[in-house]
Nanobody
Framework: VQLPASGGGLVQAGGSLRLSCAAS????????MGWFRQAPGEEREFVAG????????AYSDSVKGRFTISKSNTKSTLYLQMNSPKPEDTATYYC??????????????????WGRGTQVTVSS
C-alpha cells in the first residue's frame, strides 16, 4: 500500500489546513486508516483514526473538537481537516493503513503500512 501524504505547509494559529493521503495498491474501502504525527525529539503520536466503514472514529484528546478525519472511497483518499491549529500541532504528519481491521486499538502497532510524511508548521 502506498500512502503519500500531502497538503502540509505553514499556517497561522487559528487558521485551517487540510491534509490528504491518496492511497493505492489495495482496495481502499477495506482499510482502517489513521493519522499520526511526530515532532522533533518526540515520539510518534496518534492523532485520529477511522475504520474501513467510517463507523468507528477516534481522536486524541489534544485535537478533539478541532480536527476532523474523513475518507472518500471513490477517490481512495484519507483527509485530515485541521481547524484552529495551535503551535503545538507543529509536526510531520503521517497517514497509515491497517489491512487487518484490528479492533480495540488505534496505536501505531495497529498499522502495517506507513506513508511519507508531510510537514505542518503552525505559527503563533
Amino acid at each position: 500500500v502506498q500512502l503519500p501524504a500531502s497538503g502540509g505547509g505553514l499556517v497561522q494559529a487559528g487558521g485551517s489546513l487540510r491534509l490528504s493521503c491518496a492511497a493505492s495498491g489495495r482496495t481502499f474501502s477495506g482499510l482502517d486508516m489513521g493519522w499520526f504525527r511526530q515532532a522533533p525529539g518526540e515520539e510518534r503520536e496518534f492523532v485520529a483514526g477511522i475504520s474501513w466503514s467510517g463507523g468507528r472514529i477516534a481522536y486524541s484528546d489534544s485535537v478533539k473538537g478541532r480536527f476532523t478525519i474523513s475518507k472518500s472511497n471513490t477517490k481512495s483518499t484519507l483527509y485530515l481537516q485541521m481547524n484552529s491549529p495551535k503551535p503545538e500541532d507543529t509536526a510531520t504528519y503521517y497517514c497509515a493503513a491497517d489491512t487487518r481491521r484490528q479492533v480495540g486499538t488505534w496505536g501505531p502497532d495497529k498499522y502495517g503500512y506507513w506513508g511519507r510524511g508531510t510537514q505542518v508548521t503552525v505559527s503563533s
